[in-house]
Nanobody
Framework: QLQLVESGGGLVQPGGSLRLSCQVSGFTGNYHNIGWFRQAPGKEREGFLCISDSGGNTRYTDSVKGRFRVSRDNNENMVYLQMNSLKPEDTGIYYC????????????????????WGKGTQVTVSS
């Protein structure tokens, strides 16, 4: 079993930056790619980026490419989401989630591929 805990959310002005953290604990013996998702008020949860187990592969949707950056420190079991140039439409609850794979592979940001989820952290972008 894995446990994921997000932190770092808060209120930020448009154009500002925020860094979210995802603490990963537990052990399964599998490879764990990590995806980040968000759910805006009144909308469905959507994935927007992911990072492979090794950190060597990252993928971003067009909505965040060039503004957000994901990284991980496997020694500390942490995944980081650096968010820059934030916009009001980035507002929502942010979740990290883990795929559990028996072999390494390209990461996914599809919710259906995730096995473990954090409880989320609120990000509000407003003046």
């Amino acid at each position: 079993q894995l446990q994921l805990v997000e932190s770092g959310g808060g209120l930020v002005q448009p154009g500002g930056s925020l860094r979210l953290s995802c603490q990963v604990s537990g052990f399964t013996g599998n490879y764990h790619n990590i995806g980040w998702f968000r759910q805006a008020p009144g909308k469905e949860r959507e994935g927007f980026l992911c990072i492979s187990d090794s950190g060597g592969n990252t993928r971003y949707t067009d909505s965040v490419k060039g503004r957000f950056r994901v990284s991980r420190d496997n020694n500390e079991n942490m995944v980081y989401l650096q968010m820059n140039s934030l916009k009001p439409e980035d507002t929502g609850i942010y979740y990290c989630a883990a795929e559990s794979r028996s072999y390494p592979g390209t990461c996914s940001w599809l919710a259906v591929d995730m096995t473990y989820w954090g409880k989320g952290t609120q990000v509000t972008v407003s003046s």
